[in-house]
């Protein structure tokens, strides 16, 4: 009896411990479970769509926890950037070290500016700028001021205002500029190290605090503004604080509207769509160039869009040098794989590069181009670009749109 009893004891203890083991074992790694009805789901269901394009992304394993998260954040972002930079001569930038460009270090970030309109290349050349390992990509911050161009009142001291803030990090009394990026992802999506978090916690992005605290770890800012014209910029080139380098691109009008004809949100804003207004602006900011340039000329260049287009690699490198920066691997893998190949839509950055500027040339009519030449001749003239004189001399490959040009008083 005594046996049984001690047999029926032993298989029951047995049996409890293996209930024990897969109960704990059901619960041990929360990271890769999933319950079994989300298992039967389609695929799609881990699908999310970002700017049109579908990623899968893992199962979150813990929610938004709000402080303890962003920090730990921040810190994996500050060791990452200096991960990056750890081979970089800081000296090319005239400091000694990272800390003197970390603003959380009281340094001074070297920034740069990019003045143009738009469809004239500043897309591409702000991914330039961006594949600089250690940048902060602050994307048109007047996007919410939708199709006008500011060329003074109501709106000039606002947006002047706003750009300053962003440069200096300063995210705060910015509700305009938020609310515009809740509902247009892609105000943020451009600044791939602020995005590769916020697509994951969408409400980083319209947190001012932690964008604000997330800026100030970045040794380089890049900005690009389609929106503002060049004599307005004068206000940011005289402050000391911001030391930022101004870039003015200047793209042929005859390719600017080119391009400008396969964007919706052009047609009805007579800022986009009317070339008068565009070549108007043009010489507007060949006037402001020549009164700035002598002032700043270590702060301030001018490029055309097509030199940059012809030449790549070479005009990069002169860019670089003038904003402080040393070439990286990053740049020259960027360089490579966006000028040797096209693919994407009419926003796309992936091109054949010396094909894209005189595209006009093969696709627009003659007697839209003239109409063009007839507006915007003078503009065409301060800035270097040959008239076409009929179909025939437009369409041929031995008619050069680009001649030189010098900035004057």
Request: aromatic fraction near 12%; hydrophobic fraction near 35%; charged fraction near 25%.
């Amino acid at each position: 009896m005594l046996r049984r009893v001690n047999f029926y004891s032993i298989c029951f203890a047995f049996g409890l411990s293996v209930l024990l083991i897969l109960a704990g074992s059901r619960y041990t790694d929360n990271t890769v479970y999933r319950p079994s009805s989300e298992s039967r789901r389609n695929i799609k269901n881990f699908l999310k769509i970002e700017d049109g394009e579908d990623h899968l992304l893992p199962m979150p394993t813990n929610q938004y926890d709000g402080l303890a998260d962003t920090e730990r954040l921040l810190e994996n972002t500050r060791n990452k950037i200096k991960t990056d930079l750890m081979n970089y001569n800081f000296t090319y930038s005239g400091v000694q070290k990272i800390e003197d460009l970390l603003m959380e270090h009281n340094g001074q970030p070297l920034r740069s500016l990019i003045i143009s309109t738009w469809r004239s290349g500043t897309t591409f050349l702000g991914e330039v700028l961006n594949a600089m390992p250690g940048n902060f990509y602050h994307y048109e911050p007047l996007l919410n001021y939708e199709i006008i161009q500011i060329r003074g009142p109501p709106h000039a001291a606002k947006a002047l205002s706003t750009i300053k803030n962003m440069l200096k990090c300063n995210y705060d009394d910015m509700e305009d500029y938020f609310k515009f990026g809740k509902g247009h992802v892609f105000q943020f999506s451009h600044n791939t190290r602020l995005w590769g978090h916020c697509k994951h916690k969408r409400e980083l992005c319209l947190d001012s605090e932690f964008t604000g605290k997330f800026c100030k770890l970045f040794p380089f800012q890049s900005m690009k503004v389609v929106r503002l014209r060049l004599r307005l910029i004068e206000e940011i080139l005289e402050d000391k604080e911001l030391n930022v380098k101004v870039i003015l691109l200047i793209r042929d009008p005859r390719g600017v509207m080119q391009s400008r004809q396969h964007r919706d949100f052009c047609q009805p804003a007579p800022d986009c769509w009317r070339p008068e207004l565009l070549c108007a602006d043009m010489i507007s900011d060949y006037v402001a160039a020549a009164r700035l340039l002598p002032k700043y000329p270590d702060r301030l260049t001018v490029l055309r869009y097509e030199e940059l287009a012809l030449n790549p690699n070479i005009t990069s490198y002169k860019l670089l040098k003038f904003l402080g920066l040393s070439v990286t691997p990053s740049i020259e893998e960027f360089l490579h794989s966006h000028t040797n190949v096209e693919s994407g839509g009419v926003s796309s950055t992936f091109r054949v590069s010396r094909d894209v500027p005189f595209k006009w040339k093969n696709v627009l009519d003659y007697n839209y181009v003239e109409e063009i030449q007839m507006l915007c001749k003078e503009a065409m003239d301060l800035w270097g670009y040959e008239l076409a004189q009929n179909a025939s001399q437009m369409a041929s490959k031995e008619f050069n749109p680009l001649k030189s040009y010098v900035i004057t008083q």
